[in-house]
């Protein structure tokens, strides 16, 4: 089986056929995956985000089960169903009250896509036709379809491979300031100068609030997200704010944009809505927003074949409910003590640039780009999954994890990471 799947199937942003073999996972269970040979290793990545209830959950199964005798699939146009209503109303009750509207897709991707024709449309409908640009932001990650990388950072994204072919938007640098440091307006200067220059043809500024996930693990500060609404508001452009990584819970608080008491025009959640147990996403907008599209007649012109798939929709209901109805804050506000604690203590080592956390995600940044092909085995060896890029060695576990499952993790890292460094000496 390995060896057809090295042959034929490609994995994400990888060679066709790999260097080094995959491990093939059997099964899952609470934080663990197995492996082919038996193996059993913690996972610290929740399978990116996603799994934050662990792996194979009694709840999740039996809303699963439950949903696949009655219906899998019904399509979404001239239709309708009680998972999808459900979700709605749930999702539109745990967000801020001015998200009014919700838009079921099948991906954190395709919940940008949406977000960006939301905000396109808003303006082209009310014959706005100048506003054909987004301002984000560099270290910014929104995903791999054509719009989202368009407004992913143009250097370490993937623009290089695209040159030419991506929509042109309108970068700031990168929020500067960290989670804790006290505010100073320079930190927003950047963004205020680009706005006041760019404005009449800005449609919408895009942001991940508080912690910029895939573009470089950076934790930055509230006041940050909270002065660019301001600048939105100030300018008139709309917000979308990008909780595919940290939204249900992630950063401690159920939507990062919580921490700085804002809320946006557009919301793009996904990852973690079914515990990781299948594809869905959503993009949630205001009144505003929607009349604004429809304006002269016109509809958001988006909908894809699996909408909201009652499947999909009948195990977020299950894992939604399951995260409000667990201690989370708590365990979320355990984890980020324990990572800084005893991953605090990878800073004496000199390959070690920094370490930096937030709600249940730890980051270990380094001088050095990290070595897939020594990393990857040294953690399996540790009896860990931990997937590193660029310079970043980070987990973020599910919010399940034990202390002392936490702290295998954490000591695998300062192993491993040490390994890394003798080997480079
Ligand atoms: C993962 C991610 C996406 C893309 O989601 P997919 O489900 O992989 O398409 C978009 N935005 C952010 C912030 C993400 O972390």
Redo the contacts with the bound molecule.
Sequence with gaps: MKAFDKEHILHPYAPSTPLADMELVTSASSVYLELDNGKKIIDGMSS??SVIHGYNVPALNEAATKQLSKMSHVMFGGLTHEPAIKLAQTLLSITDESLEHIFFSD??????EVALKMAFQYWTSQGEKKKTKILSFSKG?????FG?MSVCDPVTGMHSAFEGILHKNIFANAPECSFEQEWDEAYIEDVKSKLKEHYKEVAAVIL?PVVQ??GGMRIYAPTFVKRVKELCEEFDVLLIL?????GFGRTGRLFAYEHAGIAPDIL?I??ALTGGYM?L?ATLCSKKVIQGVETNGNVLMHGPTFMANPLACAVANASVELLLASPWQERVQNIQEQLQNELGKCEELAIVKEVRTLGAIGVVELHKNVDLAFMTPAFIAEGVWVRPFLNLVYIMPPFVITQEELTHLTTAIYKVVKAYEDLML
């Design positions: 990116w985000w991906s954190g991707s395709v919940s940008v990650y929104h995903g791999d379809t989202a991940e996930g895939a990008d909780e595919v990584a940290t793009c996904g990852k594809s996403a």
